[in-house]
Every structure is written in structure tokens, then in C-alpha cells.
């Protein structure tokens, strides 16, 4: 049995919000974005048409496609917008406490029967759902980056996730055109338990000065057959979600082998977080990426 969802609710409207926002649309159903910033949430939006735009170019889609998937999406700031919501993704920063706060309001504004997911890429399902009214109809629905082009979602059950919840998520996860793989709640689920320990050995392998950032990207790159290399990849995730998913890995393990490299820690303390600041292995103010080491 699944639940029949017409309109999506997005919180936070950074490159995973965008990218969401658009597959939903693009799917038919309609969107509300919500952040905090309304910055942002233009800026999301031009992100939104320029992506849209390129597939028309590419004929993926149509005009008509676009113009109706841009249509089908509005924006707010407060998360009262999100009152009529069926299905409402949480897409906000890798913070616990920023989500646990972000929960428990827009939980005070939802119809009671709307499903609530985050896309969370390493915190505890069943935490999370603890702290809203709904943990039966809570969930992680994890979308990779970057959203349009790429096919997998996890769907991670909480304890109490209910069937018709869990049914509903693969069932909405379909209409996106997307394949799921299912996750057991652990510590950043499948594939950031395998890929984030990858990206902080090649940052350890930066730091003890084995390659330099070309080196290593290019071992990866060519000898491994990545799409792109470990350091570049990093910087495409944003440091400080890599940097948060290893300190969950690292907490919720209790292994060493999950230690966050220090040289990782210092540049999300520089406030050097990969592209989305123009900054982090890479400089992205010129012309063309100059690695920083
Ligand atoms: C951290 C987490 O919690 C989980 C994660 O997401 S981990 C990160 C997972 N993602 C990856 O590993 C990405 C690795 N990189 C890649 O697969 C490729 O480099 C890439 C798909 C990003 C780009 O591929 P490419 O061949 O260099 O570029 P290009 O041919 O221009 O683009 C391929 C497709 O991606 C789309 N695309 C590329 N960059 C995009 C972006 N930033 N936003 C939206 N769409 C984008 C293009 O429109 C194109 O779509 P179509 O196939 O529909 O035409
Ligand atoms: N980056 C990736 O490759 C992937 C990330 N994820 C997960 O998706 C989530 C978002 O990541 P990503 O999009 O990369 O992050 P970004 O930093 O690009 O975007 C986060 C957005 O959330 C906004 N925000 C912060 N606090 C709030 C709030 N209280 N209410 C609403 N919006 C808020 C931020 O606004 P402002 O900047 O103004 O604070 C920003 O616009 C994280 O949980 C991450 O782990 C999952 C898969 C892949």
C-alpha cells in the first residue's frame, strides 16, 4: 500500500535541494523549495533553469518540459508553505542539530498523515525520526550528487518506518526514474561508508606527501577509471559534508580507521569548502581549477 503523493516539500535549497527540486518537477509533481535564505533559494532557482536549459539543449527534454517543471516550483522562506506538503525531503546542511531543529518545526506545520524524509548522507534514521511526532512515517531517501544525472537513491528504514511509508519512498523514488538500493541504518549507510574512507586516505595520501593534488587525481582518474578524482570529487561534495560524514563514521564505528584527516579539518576551518566557496584542493576563481598544493 503507498500513499499518493502530489506535492513535494524541500528544505534547504543548496546543490542537493536544487537537484531534487528539479527531478520532482521535472517528474510532475509539484514543489515547494524552502531555506533560509532567500539568496539562495534564487539562486537555486537559476541553478534550476540553467540545468533544465542544458537538457533542452541536449534534447532530453522539451521547452514545454522545462516551462512546466519551472512552473510546477515555487519558493519560500518559512516552512508554514509546507502545510498542504504529502512528502516533505529535509536537504538542509550535515548538522544534527540544525535538522533535529528543522524537524520538530516544520513537524508543527505538516498535515498528520505527510511523510517526512531527510537526505542525510551518514546520521542515524532512527535518531532523526525520534526527534519529530512521525517516526513511523520518517525516512531516508539519499540522493546522489549530482541529482540529475545520477541514478541511484538509498531508502534507509528507521526502527519504526512504517511499510506503507518505506512503499511509498521506493514507489516515489520510481516516478523520479531512479534505481534504489535499500540501506540498514548504520553510520553513513552504503555507499559514504565506501566512498568517504576512499576520499580521506587520498587526502591522508596529500597530506604525508606521497602526490600532490594532480597526482593523486590523475592515479584515480586514469588508473582506476573514476569519473573524477578523489580530491575533486571531495571538493564537489563540499569539504564540510565530507568532514561530517567521517566524524559520524569515526563516532558512531568507534574505529580508527574512520579518523578524519587533519589536513581535511583544516581547510573546512579555512572555510576553504570546495566549490560551492570556491575553494578547497582546487581554485575555482580563474579560468580553470589550479590545485592549492
Ligand atoms: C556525499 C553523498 O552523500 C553521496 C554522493 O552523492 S557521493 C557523489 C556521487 N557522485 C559522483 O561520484 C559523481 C562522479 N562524477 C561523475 O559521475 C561525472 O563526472 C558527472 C556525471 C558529474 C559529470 O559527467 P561528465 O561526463 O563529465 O559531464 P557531462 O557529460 O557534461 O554530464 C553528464 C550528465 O550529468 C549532468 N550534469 C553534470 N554536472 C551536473 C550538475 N552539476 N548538475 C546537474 N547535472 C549535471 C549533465 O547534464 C549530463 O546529463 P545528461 O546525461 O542527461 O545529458
Ligand atoms: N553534497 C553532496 O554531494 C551530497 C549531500 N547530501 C546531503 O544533503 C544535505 C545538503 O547538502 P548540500 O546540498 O550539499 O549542502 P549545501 O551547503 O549546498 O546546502 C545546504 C542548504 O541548506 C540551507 N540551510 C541551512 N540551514 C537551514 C535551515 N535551518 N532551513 C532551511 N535551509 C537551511 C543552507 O543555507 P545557508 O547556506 O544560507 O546556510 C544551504 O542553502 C546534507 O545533509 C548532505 O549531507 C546527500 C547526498 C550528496
Redesign the pocket.
Known amino acids: 500500500m503507498t500513499v499518493a503523493i502530489k506535492k513535494v516539500g524541500v528544505?534547504?535549497?543548496?546543490?542537493?535541494?536544487?537537484?531534487i527540486a528539479h527531478v520532482a518537477a521535472l517528474a510532475g509533481f509539484d514543489v515547494v523549495l524552502?531555506?533560509?535564505?532567500g539568496?539562495?533559494l534564487k539562486s537555486?532557482l537559476a541553478t534550476i533553469n540553467g540545468n533544465l536549459t542544458r537538457q533542452v539543449a541536449k534534447k532530453a527534454i522539451s521547452e514545454t518540459d522545462r516551462k512546466q517543471a519551472l512552473d510546477r516550483i515555487t519558493s519560500a522562506e518559512s516552512?508554514d508553505a509546507l502545510a498542504d506538503c504529502d512528502l516533505v525531503i529535509?536537504?538542509?546542511?550535515?548538522?544534527e542539530e540544525?535538522?533535529r531543529?528543522?524537524f520538530h518545526e516544520v513537524c508543527a506545520v505538516l498535515k498528520p498523515e505527510a511523510i517526512v524524509a531527510?537526505?542525510?548522507?551518514?546520521?542515524s534514521i532512527t535518531r532523526l525520526a525520534a526527534s519529530t511526532d512521525r517516526p513511523e512515517k520518517f525516512i531516508g531517501i539519499?540522493?546522489?550528487?549530482p541529482v540529475p544525472a545520477m541514478e541511484l537513491v538509498e531508502l534507509i528504514r528507521g526502527i519504526a518506518t512504517d511499510d506503507m511509508t518505506f512503499d511509498t519512498a521506493k514507489a516515489f523514488v520510481a516516478k523520479l526514474g531512479k534505481q534504489v538500493a535499500v540501506s540498514e541504518d548504520f553510520p553513513a549507510f552504503i555507499v559514504?561508508r565506501i566512498l568517504l574512507p576512499m576520499i580521506n586516505e587520498a587526502i591522508y595520501t596529500l597530506y604525508e606527501g606521497v602526490g600532490n593534488v594532480e597526482a593523486i587525481d590523475a592515479a584515480m582518474k586514469l588508473g582506476a577509471h573514476h569519473p573524477m578524482g578523489p580530491l575533486e570529487l571531495a571538493d564537489?561534495?563540499?569539504l564540510?559534508?565530507c568532514l561530517?560524514?567521517m566524524q559520524v563514521l569515526h563516532e558512531g564505528l568507534a574505529d580508527s580507521k574512520y579518523r578524519p584527516c587533519p589536513l581535511l579539518v583544516k581547510y573546512v576551518e579555512a572555510g576553504w569548502?570546495g566549490r560551492?566557496s570556491q575553494r578547497g584542493f582546487y581554485d575555482y576563481r580563474g579560468d580553470k581549477p589550479i590545485p592549492t598544493r
Do not use: C, P, W
Not at 528544505?11 to 537537484?19: E, K, R, T
Not at 529535509?90 to 548538522?95: G, L, R
Not at 539519499?142 to 550528487?145: K, R, S
Open positions: 528544505i534547504g535549497s543548496g546543490q542537493m535541494g536544487n537537484g524552502n531555506d533560509v535564505s539568496d539562495r537555486a516552512l529535509e536537504t538542509a546542511i550535515e548538522k540544525t535538522k531543529k528543522i531527510t537526505n542525510s548522507s551518514s546520521i539519499h540522493f546522489m550528487n559514504n564537489f561534495i563540499g564540510d559534508t561530517s560524514i569548502l560551492k
